[in-house]
């Protein structure tokens, strides 16, 4: 088949560039998602609202819009799953969101959301338009015009119930759901920030213990080479202490993960397969030189040849362009391979020197169809208007300007554009090159009659029209079966996570690991395309320690399986969080036993050499504030700087924080003076409360974890 579009990564858009013919955007298939859900199951719920036809319809909606945004047709698994994250999110933020204006009275009528996209449409006129309007209206000029794109936005709710435009409509309404959501959390976050109080007292007691001091820093990092004979030792009953202390707050699961592990075994072709793969493709070229193309073509299954003209500049490929542009007409393109990948031979069948865009005029007359009961004309009536309009025309009785504005369907801004050959349909083009400039070219297309008037055109230049047949360098059959053999064999010697990691190991096979992959993923740990190995993971039946049968991943490689952990809503058990809190208190541990180690030193020493000693530097002047947070403070966090403004002024010491040590020399300290009414020390209890370690996203985040959700989404998405 011809496959100019697979050598240079993207194909030809093959794009009527007129009135609304330019509205008919290519449906993705959405059945993963859409299909209809059994009674028996439920895809998502929080509390007791169930989200399923939600989700759907906020899915298509964001998908809409993504491929209008990006100009794609369809997406690739990893960013499919992005979209449903991001329509997961957006859902369980405006749920909650909902609720908790609902219990202040708060709510948004059918009215308001109207007013708010009048709103968001005036924007574009000024200075801070609404930014994804913004480019949802660039992506519909570039289509159909700058001045067809706002009469199509002006309009937007005539394309809700139309096959062909629906997703326009769709990718408007998410654009509203994002503004209106977006409006929702800023007034609840409002509502939050104007309902704190702070009594006198407790801003006086800031004020008493708000000094600032100019300090000499220096980190030690306990875990470094220096420090390698420190060891910390942690008890069962420390463990379970820490457990059983904070098991709520640090250890409760609100999103299913698992950590999976992934045995590699990459399908490569063997030596004898791309032999036999050059001998296909140079036996198939031997038939291909004698044949004649339309015949070869219709014996390949493709039965048509690429009309289009190329030139030089649209073949981003260097050899390729060599091939096409430095041969004569007719001349074949011999067997040749592209990265490895793929065998591709052809033949330059055509040429011509023309121009590369025309500009035009046009009068539209759209005739009646099922999807456009509304148009003024019948097909037979537009027909006979347009053959009388070219008339006209022809006869000088009237300029196309003036015919525009009593007939064209649409009336407004520029009269004139410029369509260039790639973009537009041959026969299209091909009529309005063959028509002289002033011209007049009556185009019939899927809408309605377009009566062109060709104006002027670029300065013509040698293009070319080629064919291409690809062949991928695949594994055969037989090196497929030989390898799963192989890998069958692997499954079947290894019983749990552990020795699928040190088995492959001895047999020199990569394991991918990856950590708290969600249901959702089709991605572990950056390798792609690995949904059915997530779905598996997820199932009702598989335990932890459970190895998979073989996956062929895209025939890119086969994989073997294993969960090396599984965590399930709700608090984690002791036994699967042990080592993990063994871990954070044996840091913890080593620092304070680092602590006491650094100001044994110090006192035969002083900070400039032990710098030195332990590979790091001392920092003057540090400036450090007991009310500032940990970017104010240097990164030092809230557990040392309690304890630095403890210390005596000119004494070295060392004091640990949760995890790392700090060297300090208080040089000198300054009390803070209370501000009238005490408005400073009031705004620095609210940015504790409400600045970058707890903004608006950490209190929606914090309303979500307390909700009652059930994501039941990877059961019903698959690939």
């Known amino acids: 088949m011809a496959a100019i579009g697979s050598i240079r990564k993207h194909g030809v858009a093959l794009m009527i560039i007129i009135g609304l013919a330019m509205l008919a955007f290519i449906l993705g298939d959405l059945s993963q998602v859409t299909r209809t859900f059994s009674n028996k199951n439920t895809l998502a719920r929080i509390g007791n609202t169930k989200l399923d036809n939600i989700y759907s319809k906020q899915y298509e909606e964001n998908t809409a819009l993504m491929r209008l945004i990006q100009n794609k047709s369809s997406f690739d698994e990893n960013e499919t799953y992005q979209i449903h994250d991001m329509t997961w999110n957006q859902i369980l933020q405006e749920q909650v969101l909902d609720q908790q204006l609902a219990k202040l009275g708060l709510g948004y009528d059918e009215q308001m959301i109207e007013d708010f996209k009048a709103d968001m449409l005036a924007s574009l006129n000024s200075q801070r338009p609404n930014?994804?309007?913004?480019?949802?209206?660039?992506?519909?000029?570039?289509?159909?015009?700058?001045?067809?794109?706002?009469?199509?936005?002006?309009?937007?709710?005539?394309?809700?119930?139309?096959?062909?435009?629906?997703?326009?409509?769709?990718?408007?309404?998410?654009?509203?759901?994002?503004?209106?959501?977006?409006?929702?959390?800023?007034?609840?976050?409002?509502?939050?920030?104007?309902?704190?109080?702070?009594?006198?007292?407790?801003?006086?007691?800031?004020?008493?213990?708000?000094?600032?001091?100019?300090?000499?820093?220096?980190?030690v990092n306990p875990q470094s080479p220096s420090f390698n004979n420190v060891t910390a030792e942690v008890k069962d009953s420390e463990v379970k202490d820490f457990y059983n202390k904070h098991k709520k707050d640090l250890f409760t699961i609100y999103t299913p993960n698992r950590d999976i592990d992934v045995a590699i075994f990459p399908i490569n072709p063997t030596p004898k397969d791309l032999q036999a793969i050059e001998d296909s493709v140079r036996a198939d070229f031997q038939h291909f030189s004698t044949s004649d193309l339309l015949a070869y073509s219709s014996e390949k299954g493709n039965g048509s040849v690429d009309s289009t003209y190329y030139k030089s500049d649209d073949i981003t490929l260097d050899t390729l362009k060599n091939l096409i542009f430095n041969v004569p007409v007719g001349s074949l393109i011999q067997p040749f391979v592209y990265e490895n990948q793929q065998w591709y031979f052809g033949k330059v069948y055509g040429g011509a020197v023309r121009p590369d865009s025309v500009f035009v005029a046009a009068v539209e007359l759209p005739f009646k169809t099922a999807q456009n009961t509304g148009a003024k004309y019948s097909k037979k009536e537009a027909r006979l208007l347009a053959d009388s309009l070219k008339n006209v025309l022809l006869s000088n009785q009237a300029t196309i300007f003036e015919l525009r504005r009593n007939f064209s369907a649409n009336t407004s801004g520029d009269t004139t554009f410029w369509l260039p050959e790639r973009g537009t349909i041959s026969e299209l083009y091909n009529g309005l090159v063959n028509t002289p400039n002033g011209g007049i070219y009556v185009y019939k297309a899927t809408t309605g009659y377009i009566v062109f008037q060709a104006l002027t055109r670029t300065a013509p230049i040698e293009k070319r029209q080629f064919v291409l047949y690809d062949y991928p360098i695949a594994a055969s059959e037989a090196t497929l079966a030989n390898l799963k053999s192989e890998a069958n064999a692997f499954a079947a010697s290894v019983n749990n996570a552990k020795e699928l990691s040190s088995t492959a190991a001895k047999k020199g096979i990569q394991v991918v690991q990856g950590n708290n992959v969600t249901s959702m993923a089709s991605v572990i740990n950056q390798l792609p395309n690995c949904r059915d190995i997530v779905s598996w993971a997820f199932s009702d039946d598989v335990k932890k320690d459970d190895i998979s049968d073989v996956f062929n991943v895209e025939r890119m490689f086969l994989a073997v399986a294993t969960v090396r952990n599984l965590r399930d809503n709700g608090v984690q058990k002791l036994k699967d969080v042990k080592d993990d809190v063994k871990s954070m208190l044996e840091g913890q541990k080593k620092a304070e036993m680092v602590c006491e180690q650094v100001n044994k030193a110090l006192a035969s020493s002083n900070m400039q050499a032990l710098a030195q000693q332990y590979g790091t530097q001392v920092m003057d002047s540090v400036y450090l504030s007991f009310a500032g947070d940990i970017y104010q403070n240097r990164n030092v966090d809230g557990m040392a700087i309690g304890k630095i403004f403890a210390l005596p002024t000119n004494k070295p010491t060392a004091v640990n924080g949760q995890n790392m040590v700090y060297v300090v020399n208080v040089n000198q300290t300054n009390n803070a003076t209370a501000t009238p009414g005490y408005a400073m020390e009031k705004s620095l209890l609210r940015n504790s409360l409400m600045g970058r370690e707890r903004n608006e996203m950490s209190i929606i985040n914090y309303l979500i974890s307390q909700a009652k959700v059930l994501d039941n989404r990877g059961r019903f998405y698959q690939k």
């Open 131 to 219: 930014q994804y309007l913004m480019q949802f209206a660039q992506a519909l000029a570039q289509q159909v015009g700058p001045e067809n794109a706002m009469a199509v936005l002006s309009n937007i709710e005539e394309y809700a119930n139309n096959d062909q435009t629906r997703d326009l409509y769709n990718a408007y309404q998410a654009i509203v759901r994002f503004a209106v959501s977006a409006e929702k959390a800023n007034r609840y976050s409002a509502l939050v920030q104007n309902s704190l109080y702070f009594s006198d007292p407790l801003a006086k007691k800031l004020s008493e213990d708000n000094k600032s001091a100019m300090v000499s820093l220096m980190f």
